[in-house]
């Protein structure tokens, strides 16, 4: 019996890594869309990452709190920053 409760939680832990990963991936391509001056593409990719990734949502919808129309937001500025840090530390 334990070692089935251990082997459930590495499994996710596991799952809680590639979801984490996933969300880092999707912030690399905001950063890319933001140097490239496209801040509607990075806005278009953060807004589908906070719909398709829990890990990614979180971080999203804590630094966007105070945002009442997510559409307008400046996915290149603060948001941005918040979110990695808070993937980062959590």
């Not at 905001?30 to 398709?52: F, Q």
């Not at 804590?62 to 500025?77: E, L, M, Q």
């Amino acid at each position: 019996m334990r070692s089935a409760v251990i082997f459930a939680a590495i499994l996710m832990l596991g799952a809680c890594s590639k979801e984490k990963e996933a969300a880092e991936a999707e912030v690399v391509k905001i950063d890319e869309a933001c140097k490239a001056g496209d801040g509607d593409k990075a806005r278009t990719i953060m807004l589908d990452a906070a719909k398709n990734n829990a890990t990614f949502k979180r971080a999203f919808d804590a630094a966007t709190d105070s945002v009442p129309d997510k559409n307008r937001i400046n996915a290149c500025g603060l948001v941005l920053t918040e979110i990695k840090t808070r993937l980062k530390h959590g």
